[in-house]
């Protein structure tokens, strides 16, 4: 069995160059796979590998200034869910956009699974809030829980902005997976003016590790080949389609629209819808390539000209009346007065340059349009 670790930890980090190298030398010699995010603000990690190798990397980040507390969620797998292992830099750990949030500093208040749980089972008025992606609500959320509409973490302040007004003086509780998304969305709220706002602690895997499914309903989808792992922790059946990536249930894929590596309910279409999506296809890229016309709009262009060998030495109006005589040299004085004689580097050249053998010459026709 393998080992799978999730940990995140906003704290002051310095020297991130050196740490991403040890990190990743650490974790090819222990053959482990995954990814660390690294930033000024923190660490963000999912890792996996055998236990042993996992606990030494979890000691070794826990001798980082800053990183001593790390608390890890568990899981195990039959499988190596990652394909590889990156360690990376980051400007943020979790992708918010928004400046003045700093939850090294500050965040909401914190609510444990087990006070969560306490509230739901006594009915306590409450409003649950999804911070995650449409996407992943798909394969399992709270009963009643509220949701956004993601695409991307970073659209939530603007979700926020949406949200009814009476919300605002009203117990909120936000979730995601792991936490992190809410040690952000919670200061933020409260910033927009809404006064009860906790975040679930450790989200939603470290709920189904104290509570199992108690108000949930689905499973939880994760951020590797696992997809899915159901509230024992334990990855599910549920996979993901192979062209528009949508997470899909065991039902969803008893239907006849799901073919593997070809479409899923999601993204399925008709004879009649394929070919329609076609043409509608082909248009914009006729649109694109048309708007404007090729040549409508002025540009500057260059005419070259090789200098042969008869005319080495020649003044460059004398070579110039020589390979295209039917230009008078008082046409070919005027262009050079105009800066519209270039050389190769295309600066101007006067009338009495002398050209030689093999040298290349620009004549400039500014503002051309195509007929």
């Not at 306490?118 to 809030?129: H, K, M, N, Q």
């Not at 002025?298 to 070259?304: G, K, S, T």
């Not at 000209?305 to 020589?322: E, Q, R, Y």
């Amino acid at each position: 069995m393998f080992t799978n670790i999730a940990v995140y930890k906003f704290a002051p980090l310095t020297g991130l160059k050196p740490l991403r190298e040890q990190l990743a030398a650490h974790c090819k010699k222990a053959r482990l796979k995954g990814t660390i995010l690294l930033s000024t603000e923190g660490i963000n990690l999912f890792v996996c590998g055998l236990a042993p190798q996992i606990d030494v990397l979890l000691a070794e980040l826990q001798q980082i200034p800053g990183l001593n507390d790390l608390a890890p969620k568990f899981s195990t797998s039959a499988e190596q869910p990652f394909s590889r292992m990156l360690v990376r830099i980051k400007k943020e750990i979790i992708s918010f956009g928004i400046e003045d949030i700093d939850p090294a500093r500050y965040t909401s208040p914190k609510l444990s699974p087990q006070a969560l749980k306490a509230w739901l089972d006594e009915g306590r008025p409450v409003t649950l809030l999804d911070t995650r992606n449409d996407y992943e609500v798909r394969l399992g959320t709270f009963k009643g829980a509220h949701t956004l509409g993601l695409d991307h973490f970073r659209g939530f302040p603007e979700a926020v902005k949406h949200l009814p007004e009476t919300l605002k003086d009203q117990p909120i509780v936000l979730f995601c997976t792991g936490g992190i998304r809410c040690e952000k969305a919670g200061p933020f709220m409260e910033k927009e003016g809404f006064r009860q706002v906790f975040q679930l602690d450790g989200g939603i895997l470290k709920y189904f590790e104290e509570c199992g499914n108690a108000h949930y309903t689905g499973e939880c989808y994760v951020f590797d080949k696992r997809i899915g792992v159901d509230p024992a922790l334990q990855e599910t059946t549920a996979t993901q389609c192979f062209q528009c990536l949508t997470p899909l249930t065991a039902e969803e894929q008893q239907d006849p629209r799901y073919v593997w590596s070809v479409s899923c309910p999601y993204c399925f279409k008709t004879t009649e819808q394929q070919q329609a999506a076609t043409l509608a296809r082909r248009h914009q890229q006729i649109r694109q390539a048309t708007t404007p016309l090729p040549g409508s709009q002025p540009y500057d262009n260059h005419r070259p000209v090789m200098v042969p060998v008869a005319c080495d030495g020649m003044t460059l109006v004398d070579f110039l009346g020589t390979i295209l005589g039917h230009l008078p040299p008082a046409e070919w004085l005027a262009l050079c007065d105009q800066g519209h004689l270039l050389n190769a580097d295309q600066h101007p050249v006067t009338a009495d340059h002398r050209v030689h053998t093999g040298e290349r010459y620009l004549h400039l026709f500014p503002g051309n349009v195509e007929p």
